[in-house]
């Protein structure tokens, strides 16, 4: 009789190499650019300057270059477990929540863009563009506070499902320090 024990690894493969480095570069925060892509595009190098030029020109890409903003890191779900297991992991939930300055001349980009559910999302850090690899919701609104010195911005949430967390990669040359009007 023949005895059968599945492979314990549900991940889907061979788990990477941990990277240790006793001098590490650190990568700083705030969310600083955004680009929302539309979900029929595909990178090949998500690195490289002329896919995102080739990409903006056919209006595929749309980059929002000075935002300020923060990423919740993602918030995992727990789903009932069978047998001895209390639980097993489920998806990942994420929200990303960003300000954009440019409010008076945005007002009809945002009024579509929130019903759109056409485009991932893209955020750039300090050294690294980051892909959200997903359909996202967005929600925009722009509240005005009881401030003769406050700044009026769009407060921009983009939620999105995804089981892994955003994939690194270096930023573009030229794509996300510079302002693009793609009329």
Partial sequence: MAIYYPASNCGGGAIPVYSCNPCPTYEYGRVRSISFVKN??????????VEWNTALAAKDAIVIWATAGTYDGGTSQELQGFGDAEFVSGGISHVLVYKDPSTTEN??????????????????????IWTAAAPVNISAKMPIQDDLKS?????????????????PYDIPDGIFDTCFINP
Wanted: glycine residues 0%; charged residues 20%.
């Fill in 107 to 128: 007002a009809d980009f945002y009024n579509a863009i929130k019903d759109s559910t056409d485009y991932t999302v893209w955020f750039r850090t300090s050294t690294k």
């Fill in 40 to 49: 029929s595009y595909s990178f090949t190098d998500p690195s490289d300057p």
């Fill in 151 to 167: 700044v009026l911005t769009y407060e921009v949430t983009v939620k999105w499902q995804n089981p892994s967390l955003p994939l």
